[in-house]
């Protein structure tokens, strides 16, 4: 009965141990989405300026863009969900600080890793439309 001790300590252990990891992919937190992704922007990507900044004519047909392409993961009004497969929003700080060129740079190379594909498919102007669009995005609440 004594030797038992180890192996049923172990037991309870890798029990603990697996519902903390179930605890950790299950739960809807959005936390997971860290913006790691910034650190891989070069230099140059990061200072590059949109040809439509600004341009209100871009930013509605961003709009259009966005509703076809990203608003099934971002959600209709960009505020991304919080209930699994969570989704960041696009009203956070982190993407209000973003310059166009970071966004550019996502659009562009995706992070497949984490559920973001790449845009490189989608002709680069409609890309600058849709960061467009972002920008006109009022905060979150
Ligand atoms: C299949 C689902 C999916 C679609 C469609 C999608 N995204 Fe994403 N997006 C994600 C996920 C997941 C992340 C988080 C990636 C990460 O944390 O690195 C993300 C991250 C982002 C971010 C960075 C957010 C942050 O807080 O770091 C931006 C900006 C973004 N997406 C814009 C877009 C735009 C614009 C489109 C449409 C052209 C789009 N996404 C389409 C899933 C999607």
Known sequence: ???????????????VLSYV??????????????GKWLRRVTDEDHARHSP????????????????ENCAKCHGAEANGRSTPPARPSLRS???????????AWLLRNGNPYKGMPSWSSLPEQQRWQVIAFLRTLPPAK
């Not at 600004?54 to 863009?65: C, E, M, T």
């Not at 700080?93 to 966004?103: K, L, N, P, Q, S």
């Open 52 to 67: 439509f900044a600004g341009q209100p004519q871009a930013a509605a047909a961003g709009k259009l863009i966005f509703a």
């Open 1 to 15: 009965m004594k030797n038992r001790l180890p192996i049923l300590l172990l037991i309870s252990g890798l029990a």
């Open 21 to 34: 990891g179930y605890a950790q992919t299950g739960s809807p937190d959005a936390s997971k989405f860290d």
């Open 93 to 103: 700080e982190r993407v209000r600080h973003a310059t166009d060129g970071d966004i």
